[in-house]
């Protein structure tokens, strides 16, 4: 059984919320934060801590190919698995699923993003071995939710709603309700109550369990894909594979696939082809993708202020100010902002508005400043 749990680690992102740091060229993933190591490398030991090698499978982008492979050379080159065209993670995790399906009927997969920083790592092997066993053992996708230590208003959060049960010491409780990046007021709110949890981006589940769900009318747009996936042509029609993955919509797993099996209701008396539930998790876990967590980890002074590299500061409080190449940045009199120099770009945001550089990204993008992104 156990040997067909199989670890999905996703590293096809661009970052785009911790711009100017991490670029389409230079993701995230690839960045040595607080370590020798890249977020990537990170991530992989961590599944090592659970997984053998031969079931830990990448997934990444065609022009991130060369750099996974760069950092990864333990990896076996068949366990690097490229989507057929830059996709969101909806369509990337279904991808994935059906290969590592096809290659290996019956596998529970579990989803890592490779940009986390997470410790310590026997008490994550605890949760996600809890979680990949229900899973197996239920018609269910398991999500691992984290108890939030602040109100962050750039993450998803899970409502949770009663335990059902639990496994191996760990609470496995019904999914209410998600809730999209919330105002700051919203967030204090959820801390509040106790019963909202971060969307951590991983998840495990059963594939043919999934598939079943994605059988339903609800999830028309991905029949195609499970079409040529039943008939084994992933691998030997890729041509076709791209067609096809070119013409999938480029939605988050969470609002292509968990949202909608959420709300899916199956036809009077029959059982739901597929549970969804969350495991609540208490390891310390960063989503390194938004400043607000470098700010976080990152040692300060006795004003709460945090200066990396080149910076100094006069009468600043609450400032993150960052600048490891040529450039000295300096701050005076500001207050909960954040300041990077990164190569030929600047950022210079409140902590409260960093749920807005994605946007800015766009911005830049259909103002023609591409090259920066």
Known sequence: MKNNFQALILAGGIGTRLWPKSRRHRP???LKIQSEVSLLVRTIER???IFPPENIWILCKPYHLQEVSSQLPD????NILVEPSPKGTGAAIIYGALLIEEMRPGSTVTVFPSDHI???VAEFKKSIEAGMEWAFRHASVVIFGIRPSRPETSYGYIEAGRTVDQ???HKCMEVTAFHEKPDRRTALAYIGSKRYLW???MVSFHVPELRNALDLNAFSIWHPLLKLAAAKDFLAEQRQTRKLYSTLPEDAFDTAVLEKIACCHPPHGSAPPVKLVVFPCSFDWHDMGVWESYYELAPKDENGNALVGKAVELD???VLMLSEGP???TAIGVSDMVIVSEGDAILICPRAQLDRVRDLVEELREKGYEKFT
């Open 327 to 329: 450039n000295l940045v």
């Open 167 to 169: 496994c191996k010491g």
């Open 316 to 318: 600043c409080r609450g």
């Open 47 to 49: 599944a090592e801590a």
């Open 75 to 78: 990896i076996p080159s068949g």
């Open 118 to 120: 997470i410790k310590p």
């Open 28 to 30: 995230k993933q690839f």
């Open 199 to 201: 969307n951590s981006g």
